[in-house]
T-cell receptor, first 111, second 113 residues
Framework: SQQGEEDPQALSIQEGENATMNCSYK?????LQWYRQNSGRGLVHLIL?????REKHSGRLRVTLDTSKKSSSLLITASRAADTASYFC???????????FGTGTRLQVTL | DGGITQSPKYLFRKEGQNVTLSCEQN?????MYWYRQDPGQGLRLIYY???????QKGDIAEGYSVSREKKESFPLTVTSAQKNPTAFYLC????????????FGEGSWLTVV
C-alpha cells in the first residue's frame, strides 16, 4: 500500500505561475522528502522537512508540513518549462529506514 | 564520480526466464533499495537492505529475490514467478552521512515478451 498520496494527480500551468502539490500520509514519520522525476529517469532529491519542522524553503521551492493532519505541500514559484516532471513525496518511517513513496503529481508547464 | 549505477538500461527477456538487474554504489551507503514503477504510476518498494547480509521484503516482494553479499552491490532477480514483470526498476541507496537523502540510479527498463 502507498504511504503517501499526492494531489492532484496531474497539474497543467503556464510558465510564471505557481504550482502547488499536496501529499497525505498515514503513519508517523521521521521526515518527509520531495523528489522530482523526469520521464524515464531516476529520482532527484529536492527538499527534506523533518517532523519537528513546519516550513522550509529552498530557492523557488517551499515545503510545509502539518503532522496533525498528516499532510505536506510543495509550492514551486515562478514555474518554468524545465520544471515539467513528476513530483513525489516520500516518507521515512521507523528504525528500519523504510522509505515509501506516494503516487506522484505530473506537472506540465507550458510556454 | 560517486553514485549509483544500474545495468542494463534496457533488457528484453522471454516469459519464464529469470533475469538479474545489477545495482552498484560507491557512496559507502549502508542501506539499499529496489523499487518498481509502472507507466504513469508511483514507486512501489520491492526489497530493501540496511546492512550487508541482511534484507527485508517491501510491499511487493513476491516473484523477486535479492542478495547483499557486498556493501556496494544489491542485485535484484526477477523470477519466472513474477506474474507481470514488465516495468521500470529503480535502485536507490541511503547513508547516515547523506543527510537522509536517498540517491537513485537511472533505472532499468525490463520488457518480458
Amino acid at each position: 500500500s502507498q504511504q503517501g498520496e499526492e494531489d492532484p494527480q496531474a497539474l497543467s500551468i503556464q510558465e510564471g505561475e505557481n504550482a502547488t502539490m499536496n501529499c497525505s500520509y498515514k503513519t508517523s514519520i521521521n521526515n518527509l522528502q520531495w523528489y522530482r522525476q523526469n520521464s524515464g529517469r531516476g529520482l532527484v532529491h529536492l527538499i527534506l522537512i523533518r517532523s519537528n519542522e513546519r516550513e522550509k524553503h529552498s530557492g523557488r521551492l517551499r515545503v510545509t508540513l502539518d503532522t496533525s493532519k498528516k499532510s505536506s505541500s510543495l509550492l514551486i514559484t515562478a514555474s518554468r518549462a524545465a520544471d515539467t516532471a513528476s513530483y513525489f513525496c516520500a516518507t521515512l518511517t521507523g528504525t528500519a529506514s523504510k522509505l515509501t513513496f506516494g503516487t506522484g503529481t505530473r506537472l506540465q508547464v507550458t510556454l | 564520480d560517486g553514485g549509483i549505477t544500474q545495468s542494463p538500461k534496457y533488457l528484453f527477456r522471454k516469459e519464464g526466464q529469470n533475469v538479474t538487474l545489477s545495482c552498484e554504489q560507491n557512496l559507502n551507503h549502508d542501506a539499499m533499495y529496489w523499487y518498481r514503477q509502472d507507466p504513469g504510476q508511483g514507486l512501489r518498494l520491492i526489497y530493501y537492505s540496511q546492512i550487508v547480509n541482511d534484507f527485508q521484503k517491501g510491499d511487493i516482494a513476491e516473484g523477486y529475490s535479492v542478495s547483499r553479499e557486498k556493501k556496494e552491490s544489491f542485485p535484484l532477480t526477477v523470477t519466472s514467478a513474477q506474474k507481470n514483470p514488465t516495468a521500470f526498476y529503480l535502485c536507490a541507496s541511503f547513508g547516515a552521512f547523506s543527510g537522509n537523502t536517498i540517491y537513485f540510479g537511472e533505472g532499468s527498463w525490463l520488457t518480458v515478451v
